[in-house]
């Protein structure tokens, strides 16, 4: 639609007429093409009639910017949501506003897009939504963030392209993924950390992408490092699917690897995406791996492997042949080259990653190896990332 501002003036009496018109329920309402700001009485009457006929999916975006509009208080007034996007706004204070779960008893799926809202905010939103399973943070850019995830219902925490000083999970007894990514466009790595904290989650089967770059590790009340004496207090033995994305360039970044690895002992499934260092200082050689001590999981749970963004250098084939000497129950190794790039496909490349395979013992269970053509991470989105239908979010 046209963006004028004759099309402005018109847009508020337009539009009620549309939802007065309807009968309803409505099933689905999206409002995301206009600058809210002008229409605050407008959408105060829309939000209003949208409750009465019973909307279940709202997507409600304030564009272009700027993103000092608040969100209108009456969202909250909407209680037979079932999901809820919102985008571009400032959450309203909560001083005043309605609280409990007769708020949203019906929201099972929320998601938050470059909207400011605060840890207790967050909190409030969780408490409102009694049944909520999915909480999405998206493009949130407010470094000093803090998201504290606590909920008896929720099973799927999302931060994508996001960055937050702490990620908190306290008390989630049915969370089953917690997921990562915090590469954001023209974002410098490494230059936002963020300490990820794993408390109370019985049922957490699914994390990542955890990176050695900008996440500090926090099991319980122990700060993960290199070198931590593992302990069940520090594990998380509920993980069957892990992600991990390092620079293999930067020593201190590969060295967290088996510490990370040794986090969680029954992983079945592990993604590693391999990251380019600006600056590569003190790579890990086959030697660092030789002296890496037994670590569980690779012992004997790992079935399925999956190396992405493989360039094919001497550091990734060190990890890989130390994957597959380690590993006693491995069925499938998947190497996915970097950008899709086919160049890399070469007799050369193949016959390196052949003879790793071919290194790993008689004895062992057979094994399949994949080399593919990947786009990286560009088909990734975090609709598929908080996808519950999908058994392996990480897998493309």
């Known amino acids: 639609m046209r963006d004028s501002s004759h099309q402005r003036r018109r847009m508020g ?28 009485r407008a959408l105060r009457r829309w939000l209003r009639s949208l409750a009465d006929k019973r909307v279940e999916d709202l997507i409600f975006v304030n564009r272009p910017f700027p993103l000092d509009v608040y969100l209108p208080a009456d969202v909250l007034l909407i209680s037979s949501l079932r999901r809820l996007y919102l985008g571009f706004w400032y959450f309203p204070d909560i001083p005043g506003l309605p609280a409990g779960p007769q708020v949203f008893p019906h929201l099972r799926e929320i998601g938050l897009c470059s909207t400011v809202i605060s840890a207790g905010e967050i909190e409030y939103l969780l408490q409102c939504s009694p049944v909520l399973e999915t909480l999405a943070i998206i493009l949130s850019t407010n470094p000093s963030s803090h998201v504290r995830v606590g909920s008896r219902s929720l099973r799927c925490a999302v931060l994508w392209m996001s960055m937050a000083r702490e990620v908190a999970v306290v008390a989630t007894p049915r969370l089953e993924r917690l997921i990562l990514w915090q590469t954001c466009p023209g974002a410098p790595s490494g230059v936002f950390p963020t300490n990820v904290k794993i408390g109370y989650a019985p ?22 490092q290199p070198g931590t004496r593992m302990s069940p207090a520090n594990m998380v033995p509920s993980v069957k699917i892990l992600a991990l994305k390092v620079r293999f360039g930067i020593r201190k970044e590969t060295k967290m690897l088996p510490t990370f690895l ?5 992983v079945e499934t592990l993604h590693v995406m391999s990251d380019e260092a600006d600056e590569p200082s003190g790579k890990c050689n086959l030697k660092f791996w030789q002296e890496v001590a037994p670590i569980d999981c690779l012992e004997a749970h790992v079935k399925k492997v999956v190396f992405s963004q493989f360039r094919g250098k001497r550091m990734e084939l060190a990890f890989l042949r130390f994957i597959l000497e380690r590993t006693q129950m491995l069925e499938k190794l998947v190497v996915g080259l970097v950008n899709g790039d086919t160049a890399l496909e070469d007799d050369e490349t193949c016959t390196k990653l052949k003879a790793l395979a071919m290194a790993r013992r008689v004895s062992e269970c057979p094994m399949t190896v994949l080399v593919v053509a990947r786009q990286g991470d560009s088909a990734w989105c975090f609709r598929r990332a908080s996808d519950l239908s999908a058994s392996d979010p990480f897998d493309g």
């Open 13 to 40: 009496a337009i539009h009620p007429c549309i939802i007065a018109s309807h009968p309803g329920p409505f099933r689905c309402v999206h409002l995301t093409c206009c600058y809210m700001a002008p229409h605050d």
């Open 203 to 224: 049922e957490l089967r699914v994390l990542g992408y955890l990176e050695p770059s900008i996440h500090a590790l926090e099991i319980g009340n122990t700060v993960i």
């Open 262 to 266: 040794r986090c969680f002992p029954n």
